[in-house]
């Protein structure tokens, strides 16, 4: 009973890492597309990405600690 109750968000990590590890992609593939774009548009883009990025981390440790906690 106990280890299921440890494992019990493991999907939803597996999903945020499958998540983190798509926009990780993105991001460097938008770093090479977007290098002669202009600066404005490149941020934006980049930004977008980088929350995408920062709110996959956060769901990660969030599912993480809540596995710990059991």
């Known amino acids: 009973m ?3 109750i440890m494992g019990r968000y493991d999907q939803n990590i597996a ?3 499958e998540m983190l590890a798509e926009a990780e992609e ?10 002669n774009a202009g600066s404005v548009p490149r941020q934006f ?14 769901m ?9 906690r059991g």
């Not at 993105?26 to 290098?35: D, G």
């Open 2 to 4: 106990k280890a299921s």
């Open 15 to 17: 999903n945020a890492k």
């Open 26 to 35: 993105k991001y460097s593939n938008a770093v090479v597309s977007m290098a």
């Open 45 to 58: 883009v980049l930004d977008n990405y980088q929350r995408n990025i920062d709110e996959a981390k956060q």
């Open 60 to 68: 990660i440790e969030t599912f993480e600690e809540a596995n710990r």
